[in-house]
């Protein structure tokens, strides 16, 4: 009642193919082989005609090429045995006394403007892109950080300080940005050497 010794299964040469003709068949076909081998294999597709040769294949291939050519050359004959291209289409003129068509809108204009931040106490909070988010939000004025931060008494002048590059479509919207920035800013920092204010 169990599985039957190894020596005693055969092979039936049933389950072999019994010609080569079988085996090339189950042959995975591979994308470099020959086209019409492919269209053989496979009856029920449709498309490229089935060529008999490769000789027949490339003359076709020809006379399509040289199809394509007249088309795109603007020939006047077709070669023999194809169709000539059919015409252009002629987009019809305007009419007289109308009115043409109204021209594309040009780049809507972008103002700019900049806030230096670079002694200011608050820079981490306006260097955040939470912050800018919230102004592009509230103005739909775009904020973007420039320069480098630069520490008291630094006179490099190979960049310029930090500082916020502000850009948008209206004066009236740079003006809340700006507003909204300075407020953000706090109170301008004190020169080195003055009293601190008494709370």
């Not at 080569?20 to 995975?28: C, F, H, S, T, V």
């Not at 892109?129 to 739909?140: F, M, N, P, V, W």
């Not at 931060?149 to 850009?167: N, V």
Request: with cysteine; net charge negative.
């Amino acid at each position: 009642g169990g599985l039957p010794d190894m020596a005693e299964l055969e092979v039936t040469p049933s389950a072999a193919p019994a010609t080569a003709e079988g085996a090339e068949r189950r042959r995975k076909k591979r994308r470099w082989e020959d086209a019409s081998d492919a269209a053989q294999a496979a009856p029920g597709v449709t498309g490229a005609p089935l060529l008999g040769s490769s000789a027949e294949a490339i003359e076709r291939a020809r006379q399509l090429a040289a199809q394509k050519s007249m088309e795109f050359s603007g020939g006047a004959a077709a070669p023999p045995g194809l169709p000539p291209p059919p015409p252009l289409p002629v987009p019809p003129a305007p009419a007289l006394g109308g009115s043409l068509p109204a021209a594309a809108p040009g780049p809507a204009q972008v103002l700019t403007r900049e806030v230096e931040i670079n002694s200011c106490r608050n820079k981490a909070t306006l260097t955040r892109k939470s912050t800018h988010e919230e102004i592009r939000e509230a103005t739909g004025v775009v904020v973007m950080i420039r320069g480098r931060y630069k520490p008291p008494g630094d006179t490099s002048t190979d960049e310029r300080p930090l500082h916020l590059f502000l850009q948008g479509d209206t004066q009236e919207a740079l003006d809340q940005a700006e507003a909204r920035v300075r407020e953000l800013m706090g109170p301008p920092p004190l020169p080195p050497g003055a009293p601190a204010a008494a709370d």
